[in-house]
């Protein structure tokens, strides 16, 4: 199969070819200093301020049309935007035969003093013009509730939230037109199927950036050049090479593979693939999981969920990473890949310590095998931050258990933030394990736990906050478990 040695992109509806050096830029860099489209902004450029926010579409909706969403441009490189649509802040208005007038989003900002300094605010009408793309392709309507969801990812310095979340609610869906049908053609959309089916490879400078379309393709990458870094989202890779604290001279990014892009299930388990972002997977998980939708909802922020990956979280590693305590007590399997070998490990065997893994050099994470939870487990996550929304956690704790006759049938526990990884509490589990379901159970538990853990203080939490959290998160499950057991009896 031929190869292509470019990124090929639409930027405001304009194609663009990118070669060379320049595919590593990040996306907000390129349009500012390439493009002159300075209306977005660059503040923290590590995906925790939302001025950077840009709409992307990388995906062709059930109606034929984009589906644009909302995303950092401060961590995304632009070897990551190949085939895609991105609208910045100068696409919004529409200049047509009647001249130019703003988007209604803008106009609503501006009629409802949505900004005072105005550093932050492309950053808000970008991310409230993908509310407005979401919610009216739904049929739904915009309530207070979800304005503030929509915007978790963007700060103000000046203006105060309050008129912003106004702006939102003066919108009418109705006489508002999506960007999916204002930048719709007919052209592009069969061109990015072409280029989603030929393979970059891009060479310079000792340089890679490989983007295969095929699983073969990037296994034999892989085989060859076991130094290639993978990239899902970089909303954790983005930050640290922004830091300066990371170089990524060869990459490669599977998004163009669809078979990574499944979500599936049977009636013993959930599959999802490598290229599955955290947003289609909160929206997927829901059906079964909802505990551990709720724990998405308050994941990071709508731009980082929208552009990361759940394989990035788990082979990310952090000890207080949101996802993996779920995964560590459903005895969740990674599968892995390798040009010779597929292989499946249980997550608890993946972690072997901090940031090290049960990975050969030659081997891809294509998917996530999760266990659907029985009839009688009663499930519990929880996440502690300093504050609630986009926020690192402190801790974390996972804990499922099923009760029968007043016994503890089956019992999993793990705790994130008390050590270099995400840990099961084997240990207490065994001993839970046809005890009475009772409080004094859990106090034991809970009084036993200093020799079990020993947390470091950080500054997020000091240790002895951290020590006293989790005894409590004990308590808690049992409180908790014990109201919906009563509720739906023993
Ligand atoms: C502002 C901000 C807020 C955040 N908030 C949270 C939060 O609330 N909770 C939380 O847990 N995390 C949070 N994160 C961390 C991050 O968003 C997640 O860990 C995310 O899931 C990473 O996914 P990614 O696709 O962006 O990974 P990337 O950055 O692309 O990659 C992460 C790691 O995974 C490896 N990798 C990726 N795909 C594969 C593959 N297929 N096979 C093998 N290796 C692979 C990469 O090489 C890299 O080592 C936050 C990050 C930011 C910037
Ligand atoms: S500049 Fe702050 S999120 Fe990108
Ligand atoms: S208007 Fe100044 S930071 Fe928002």
Redesign the pocket.
């Given at each position: 199969m031929e190869n292509r040695q470019k990124i090929i992109t639409t930027i405001n509806s304009k194609r663009i070819e990118i070669d060379g050096e320049r595919a590593f830029m990040p996306l907000a860099t390129f349009l500012r200093e390439e493009r002159c489209l300075t209306g977005t902004k660059v503040v923290c450029a590590?995906?925790?301020c939302g001025a950077c926010t840009v709409l992307l579409a990388r995906d062709i909706g059930a109606d034929g049309k984009l589906t644009f969403k909302a995303v950092n441009s401060c961590?995304m490189p632009l070897y990551l935007i190949d085939g895609a649509h991105v609208v910045s802040v100068e696409g919004l208005k529409k200049d047509d035969n009647q001249g130019e007038s703003l988007h209604p989003v803008q106009q609503a900002m501006i009629e409802n003093h949505g900004a005072q300094c105005g550093y932050c605010t492309p950053g808000f009408v970008c991310a409230m013009t993908a509310m407005v793309e979401k919610i009216k392709s739904e049929n739904k309507t915009i309530t207070e509730k979800k304005a503030k969801n929509y915007l978790t990812g963007n700060l103000c310095r000046c203006t105060g939230y309050q008129p912003i979340i106004k702006a939102a609610m003066s919108l009418d869906l109705d006489k508002l037109e999506l960007l999916k049908d204002r930048h719709h053609n007919p052209n592009w959309l069969l061109e990015m199927k072409k280029i989603k089916s030929t393979p970059v490879v891009m060479n310079f400078n000792q340089k890679t950036i490989f983007l295969p379309v095929t699983m073969k393709q990037a296994l034999e990458a892989k085989s060859l050049n076991n130094d290639i870094?993978?990239?899902?989202?970089?909303?954790?890779?983005?930050?640290v090479v922004n830091k300066g604290r990371l170089e990524t001279p060869k990459a490669m990014a599977?998004y163009h593979i669809d078979e990574l892009k499944i979500m599936s299930h049977d009636n013993s388990e959930i599959r999802i693939g490598?290229c599955v972002t955290?947003s289609e997977f909160e929206d997927y998980i829901e059906k079964f999981i909802l505990e551990l939708k709720s724990i998405l909802h308050i994941?990071?922020?709508p731009q980082?969920k929208n552009?990361?990956?759940?394989?990035?979280?788990v082979?990310?590693a952090?000890p207080?990473?949101?996802?993996i305590p779920y995964f560590l007590v459903s005895d969740t399997k990674v599968v892995l890949k390798s040009i010779h070998n597929e292989r499946e490990v249980l997550l608890k065997d993946f972690y072997l310590g901090y940031k090290t893994l049960d990975?050969k050099p030659d081997e891809?994470?294509?998917c996530l095998k999760i266990p659907r939870l029985s009839a009688l487990e009663k499930l519990r996550l929880y996440k502690v931050s300093m504050r609630k929304d986009?926020?690192?956690?402190a801790v974390t704790f996972a804990g499922t258990i099923e009760v029968e006759n007043l016994k503890i049938k089956m019992v999993r526990l793990a705790l994130g933030g008390v050590a270099a990884t995400v840990i099961r509490l084997s240990q207490l589990e065994s001993q839970l394990i046809g005890s009475d379901f009772k409080r004094e159970t859990f106090q034991n538990i809970a009084k036993q736990l200093p020799q079990h853990i020993s947390p470091l203080s950080d500054l997020r939490a000091s240790k002895e906050y951290r020590m006293k959290l989790c005894q409590n998160f004990f308590l808690k499950f049992f409180d908790e478990v014990s109201v919906d057991l009563s509720n739906g009896g023993y």
């Open positions: 590590e995906g925790d961590i870094r993978l990239v899902g989202g970089s909303t954790d890779i983005g930050v599977l490598a955290l994941f990071a922020s980082i552009q990361a990956t759940l394989i990035g979280n082979v990310n952090s207080i990473a949101d996802t990975i891809i994470v294509t986009l926020d690192i956690s």
